[in-house]
């Protein structure tokens, strides 16, 4: 079993920076492949970013290429998302979820574990 807790999200203004951060349990989250997901009101769950269970192949949607960075500290069990260049359409809950395949997929029906997630709103 493996517990996801979320921390970082709030209240930005457009241009401006976050760093989410995920924390898990067990001692076996450095095999796991992790993932950030984001969902807005009314819309489906999309993966924002990936990174393979070594942090050394990483995948991120089209949509926050150049912006957002996601990386691993498997020492610490965590997982973090920075989020520069900040924009209105980036608000919403922000989901870290773990795969316990090495590489992960693209589809949140291939993680099975998810964190309680975290709001992130950018105003204009």
């Known amino acids: 079993q493996v517990q996801l807790v979320e921390s970082g999200g709030g209240l930005v203004q457009a241009g401006g920076s976050l760093r989410l951060s995920c924390a898990a349990s067990?001692?076996?989250?450095?095999?796991?492949?992790m993932a950030w997901f984001r969902q807005a009101p009314g819309k489906e769950r999309d993966i924002v970013a990936k990174i393979n269970w070594s942090g050394a192949s990483t995948y991120y949607a089209d949509f926050v290429k150049g912006r957002f960075t996601i990386s691993r500290d498997n020492a610490k069990n965590t997982v973090y998302l920075q989020m520069n260049s900040l924009k209105p359409e980036d608000t919403g809950v922000y989901y870290c979820a773990a795969d316990t395949t090495p590489y992960g997929g693209r589809r949140s029906d291939e993680y099975e574990y998810w964190g309680q997630g975290t709001q992130v709103t950018v105003s204009s």
């Open positions: 067990g001692r076996t989250f450095s095999s796991y492949a």
